[in-house]
């Protein structure tokens, strides 16, 4: 069973930091692009990074580019996204989603989601 | 970027209505289009991909159509656990944008 659990969230104040990790299993997690996606209170979805599979091609929203920073550890099975310089406008729920096919240069659609973790930027 | 707008931005219908929304993209998407369904307090839920291709496990009420610019879900005979939030997403190239939803609410 494909199984994503996303921790590192919290109460943070504007200016500050965190990083985010996706710990996952049940597939073969080198082999398949990973994304953050978030969602603001009462508000609908945005895309904010994705990683290809054992090359690591990054991209990233231009509302976080330069600020966040994705990255996976194949070995351990984990996603992380390192979040600096947080805003007001970056609390939201971020869950990460995986890639519904083995990465081939493009990406897919997210057949796996996590449940989500909650930041909170406020001071 | 290729922006998505999602049309209308809510509906009411009811339990057996056949409901249709509409996806539009900025620029041409081929067929990288994907519909998830978003229950209150949930994650999304992927139901179809490539445009008109059923997810695994997702009733056959559920359909996609189009390509290029315009795409469509419908969904045949309404059911109670249908009603939630649709959003459409573009893989064609990054950003991978979402549309802004479309929420199905009972009349």
């Known amino acids: 069973e494909v199984q994503m659990l996303e921790s590192g969230g919290g109460l943070v104040q504007p200016g500050g930091s965190l990083r985010l990790s996706c710990a996952v299993s049940?597939?073969?997690?080198?082999?398949?692009?990973m994304s953050w996606v978030r969602q603001a209170p009462e508000k609908g979805l945005e895309w904010v990074s994705s990683i290809g599979g054992t090359n690591g091609d990054t991209y990233y929203a231009d509302s976080v580019k330069g600020r966040f920073t994705i990255s996976r550890d194949n070995s351990k099975n984990i996603l992380y996204l390192e979040v600096n310089s947080l805003r007001a406008e970056d609390t939201a729920i971020y869950y990460c989603?995986?890639?519904?096919?083995?990465?081939?240069?493009?990406?897919?659609?997210?057949?796996?989601w996590g449940q989500g973790t909650m930041v909170t930027v406020s001071s | 970027d290729i922006q998505m707008t999602q049309s209308p931005s809510s509906l009411s219908a009811s339990v057996g209505d056949k409901v249709t929304f509409t996806c539009r993209a900025s620029?041409?998407?081929?067929?990288?289009l994907n519909w998830y369904q978003q229950k209150p307090g949930k994650a999304p839920n992927l139901l179809i991909y490539?445009?008109?291709s059923l997810q695994s496990g997702v009733p056959s009420r559920f359909s996609g159509s189009g390509s290029g610019t315009d795409f469509t879900l419908t969904i045949n005979s309404l059911q109670p656990e249908d009603f939630a939030t649709y959003y459409c997403q573009q893989t064609y190239s990054s950003p991978l944008t979402f549309g802004q939803g479309t929420k199905v609410e009972i009349k």
């Open positions: 989603a995986k890639d519904q096919i083995p990465y081939n240069g493009r990406f897919d659609a997210f057949d796996i």
């Open positions: 049940g597939f073969i997690f080198k082999n398949f692009a």
């Open positions: 620029q041409s998407i081929s067929a990288y």
């Open positions: 490539s445009a008109s």
